[in-house]
């Protein structure tokens, strides 16, 4: 259910293409499947689940690669350094290599957990994930904004194998002192997706939304109005998207040999107009409501704003009578128990 919400409003906002890890990941592969659009997904562990669950996280990963018709790629999952101790980093690490997956986890997410893990263990997330062998994969760090100088040159030495997600309305949200440091990557050439986080974190899917704050946002960061420009969040939008995806030679463009992932944008509307910058209008002007068609892999999952793959009031209304059962905190439980300081994370029930 909160999957085809979810797809719904992607695909509603011209998303063809999204990388998801955390639970119940069967349930989304097969939501990807019915509803047409291209994911990259991992069920995400942590080590407190014991081996079963980076066991778990391989199983799923083996079985829907190549699903959907080749739609879906896989990934292992580590959730992050601070809730994977480095054994199962480093285990990670070999079974990616062994198998030919990616790695998508949260890694330096903002400036405390970097001050956390220097305090504690003497080194930053990312060195965390250097010496258990992350870095030596494919990796998907999820945002980044606790990456430091130190960082950079082993980002660097990483070379084509490790990208950044960015999802800035999220860091705006929860106060966060630092963002993603995309013209620090941009000169290593590691590619920025742009990413919203999940609707828990951010309240909205709209990666029109995401693209506009990421340029005004890093403006301000560094401080001149000329980075970054229209064009560059375009492209951080689309093609460098599709390159943090793993899916840089088939998706991202429009061009002979790649995927027909293609949208549609009306741009007749007032708030539109006049368009003498396609791409400053794309970015600052544009909204999600704009999108008009949306086609994966040359299937339109969307026409003149009418989806095709996805029947939102029956989703609507099977939410409307499980919403007591969901909202309701009575049972006490919880997913985990984090103590803030990258130790062995207990499960908990209060």
Avoid at 69 to 96: F, M
Avoid at 261 to 288: C, Y
Avoid at 298 to 309: I, K, Q
Wanted: glycine share 10%.
């Amino acid at each position: 259910m909160g999957a085809r919400l979810a797809c719904a409003e992607m695909i509603r906002g011209g998303v063809t293409c999204f990388a998801d890890h955390y639970f119940a990941m069967d349930a989304v592969a097969r939501v990807v499947a019915e509803c047409g659009m291209r994911a990259l997904l991992g069920e995400a562990f942590f080590s407190s689940q014991g081996p079963q669950g980076r066991e778990k996280s391989l199983e799923f990963a083996l079985r829907h690669r190549g699903g959907a018709s080749g739609r879906i790629t896989t990934c292992l999952a580590p959730h992050a350094p601070y809730t994977v101790d480095d054994n199962d980093l480093a285990a990670t690490a070999g079974l990616a290599r062994e198998h030919g997956l990616p790695v998508h986890l949260h890694a330096a997410e903002n400036r405390d957990q970097t001050e956390t893990s220097l305090a504690w263990h003497g080194v930053t997330p990312v060195e965390v994930l250097e010496r258990t062998g992350i870095l030596d994969t494919e990796v998907l760090i999820a945002h980044g904004t606790g990456i430091v100088d130190r960082d950079l040159p082993i980002l660097e030495c990483a070379g084509g194998r490790v990208a950044v997600a960015s999802a800035p309305r999220g860091y705006l949200k929860f106060a966060c002192p630092t963002t993603t440091p995309i013209r620090a990557l941009r000169e290593l050439g590691i590619p920025v997706g742009l990413a919203t986080d999940g609707a828990a974190s951010n309240n909205s899917l709209d990666v029109w939304e995401s693209m506009a704050l990421t340029s005004l946002v890093q403006k301000s960061t560094e401080g001149d109005p000329r980075w970054l420009t229209s064009r560059q969040a375009l492209h951080h939008a689309t093609l460098q998207s599709a390159q943090a995806v793993g899916l840089g030679d088939s998706v991202g463009s429009i061009a002979p040999g790649r995927r027909a992932d293609i949208v549609l944008v009306d741009l007749t509307g007032p708030h539109t107009q006049p368009v003498h910058d396609l791409a400053a209008t794309l970015v600052h002007s544009a909204r999600a409501s704009d999108v008009r068609t949306t086609i994966v892999d040359g299937r339109v999952l969307m026409r003149d704003r009418e989806l095709l793959t996805i029947d939102v009031p029956a989703v609507v209304r099977e939410l409307q009578e499980r919403l007591p059962a969901l909202v309701d905190r009575g049972h006490g439980r919880r997913i985990q128990e984090y103590d803030g300081h990258g130790r062995r994370i207990q499960e908990h029930d209060s």
